[in-house]
T-cell receptor, first 108, second 116 residues
Framework: GQNIDQPTEMTATEGAIVQINCTYQ??????LFWYQQHAGEAPTFLSYNVLDGLEEKGRFSSFLSRSKGYSYLLLKELQMKDSASYLC?????????FGKGTRLSVIA | DVKVTQSSRYLVKRTGEKVFLECVQD?????MFWYRQDPGLGLRLIYF???????EKGDIPEGYSVSREKKERFSLILESASTNQTSMYLC???????????????FGPGTRLLVL
């Protein structure tokens, strides 16, 4: 079966670093996506990993370990505008399978 | 920039009505998708299409149908709306890559449907 797990909620302080974990079990693997979704808005693409290792893009980085079925999204120098849900999604032998999302609250 | 548009941001319908949700993308993407998003359940795939006139059932197709007569347009139809179809509906599109892979999905702004 297909299963993607991520924490439901996280809280972090402005200026800090936060790591959002995602574990997955899917049929086949063609890549892992992270999306950001602000309340009431559509998801927007953040990052894509298909090979093991770390992909860095400004304040955001994403890591993948295919052997462990594990990824994380790292957000540095947190800003209030980073308060949003973060969705992990895996492309396998079927269309993208999404996790239920992690709601991140950034507090002052 | 990819643009995915949906016909309405908010919609209120009565039980039993036929409802059409339209989605249009302007980037010549082969793949189009319809999801619904509910609190605590995340994004769930209703139907998808990899080409014109082609459709495939997703995880929760019951109570829905779709139409893809043109490459850029993918319509979601609720034949007889029910209160449990009150939800946020999101359309997405993506480009096909080699070996069956797809590029990232781009989402429309969503339609919040309330069925009374």
């Amino acid at each position: 079966g297909q299963n993607i797990d991520q924490p439901t909620e996280m809280t972090a302080t402005e200026g800090a670093i936060v790591q959002i974990n995602c574990t997955y079990q899917t049929s086949g693997f063609n890549g892992l996506f992270w999306y950001q979704q602000h309340a009431g808005e559509a998801p927007t693409f953040l990052s894509y990993n298909v090979l093991d290792g770390l992909e860095e893009k400004g304040r955001f980085s994403s890591f993948l370990s295919r052997s462990k079925g594990y990824s994380y999204l790292l957000l540095k120098e947190l800003q209030m505008k980073d308060s949003a849900s973060y969705l992990c999604a895996v492309e396998g032998n079927t269309p993208l399978v999404f996790g239920k999302g992690t709601r991140l609250s950034v507090i002052a | 920039d990819v643009k995915v548009t949906q016909s309405s941001r908010y919609l209120v319908k009565r039980t039993g009505e036929k409802v059409f949700l339209e989605c249009v993308q302007d980037m010549d993407h082969e793949n189009m998708f319809w999801y619904r998003q509910d609190p605590g359940l995340g994004l769930r795939l209703i139907y998808f299409s990899y080409d014109v006139k082609m459709k495939e059932k997703g995880d929760i197709p019951e109570g829905y149908s779709v139409s893809r007569e043109k490459k850029e347009r993918f319509s979601l139809i609720l034949e007889s709306a029910s209160t449990n179809q009150t939800s946020m509906y999101l359309c997405a599109s993506s480009l096909s890559l080699e070996r069956g892979r797809q590029e990232t999905q781009y989402f429309g702004p969503g339609t919040r449907l309330l069925v009374l």
